[in-house]
């Protein structure tokens, strides 16, 4: 008996240990790395179903779902190992006012009311209570970084006002240029052929453009050329624009303006971060597709297509 005894254990061991191998350890892996911040399989799995159910348009958005969310964690990463290179920093009393804002249950109260609140907060997310506080702090820090930047933005900067035309290849922007050398009127071919809708309904015009905040060869182009000027072809994010240059002044700047400045800065700053510490991703193609079509599954959408889901 004994000895049957101890074939029991050992079986009920090496199932428990090829249990844990096989489900438990892989859970555990690291996936993404910014600097000494590491994101495991579990907790992307978990932030992926999140952002899925309080984001609906994530399915619809251009590319996938699993790179948005890596590049979310990246993110997240940077703010978390370099925002207090700018001063920026949260507490955690931070971070229970700002769950106290978004339950309604401000902490310094009833602290059984608001502990009852912060559970079912967490548990509404689908987070560990740690993962849960690292992702308010993260917004904590991009709020803080970005108000710096926007408090920093200059009072006012080179704006340049004009009109374009946008088309979809090459050929059709210089049939536009002819046209407009033979004397066709400006506002009438932007009407008819532009496919920007924002500007076509004003025959092409723009208000007043900061910058460094365009696109390179429209920005080059609007802060080089002499007002009146019209520029040939430029090739911008898969289309072609035909820009006239009407006025070029230094302009003071409106909040929104600056906001403007602030957000691109930002971008900036965490890219620049991003390539000094690293992100590194190791999440397995197979992983990501399976992990994100349960997801989908569980919030009733569409399941994505094996090898189309654009997974990095």
């Known amino acids: 008996m004994g000895v049957v005894g101890l074939v ?8 428990a240990f090829g249990y844990y191998q096989t489900q438990i350890a892989p859970k555990h892996k690291t996936v993404l790395q910014v600097g000494e911040t590491r994101f495991s399989l579990s907790h992307f799995e978990r932030r992926l179903r999140l952002e899925l159910e309080t984001n609906p348009t994530l399915q619809q958005m251009t590319g996938s779902p699993v790179d948005y969310v890596l590049s979310l964690l990246e993110d997240e990463g940077v703010l978390l190992e370099t925002a207090a290179t700018l001063g920026i920093q949260v507490t955690e009393d931070d971070i229970d006012m700002e769950i106290g804002q978004r339950t309604g249950v401000v902490p310094g109260g009833d602290e059984r009311l608001f502990a009852s609140a912060y559970r079912r907060d967490v548990r509404d997310s689908g987070l560990h209570t740690d993962e849960y506080r690292r992702m308010l702090r993260a917004d904590l820090l991009e709020r803080g970084v970005q108000a710096k930047l926007r408090d920093e933005a200059p009072t006012s900067a080179p704006q340049a006002r004009l009109r374009l035309i946008v088309v979809e290849t090459e050929e059709q922007a210089q049939d536009v240029i002819r046209r407009l050398g033979e004397g066709e009127d400006f506002a009438a071919l932007a009407q008819e052929l532009s496919i920007d809708e924002a500007s076509k309904a004003r025959g092409g015009e723009v208000d007043w453009l900061i910058e460094g905040t365009l696109l390179a060869p429209i920005d080059e182009f609007l802060f080089s050329a002499e007002p009146g000027t019209l520029s040939g072809p430029l090739a911008a994010s898969g289309v072609y624009v035909v820009v006239e240059l009407l006025e070029r002044a230094e302009k003071e700047l409106s909040d929104t ?22 992100a590194v991703r190791s999440l397995d193609p197979e992983d990501a597709q399976n992990i994100l079509n349960d997801a989908l599954e569980d919030i009733g959408g569409p399941t994505a297509v094996p090898g189309g889901s654009g997974v990095p």
């Open 8 to 15: 029991i254990v050992a079986a009920i061991a090496i199932a």
């Open 257 to 278: 303006q600056k906001s403007s400045i602030a957000s691109t800065e930002y971008r900036e700053w965490l890219d620049a971060n991003k390539a000094t510490l690293g």
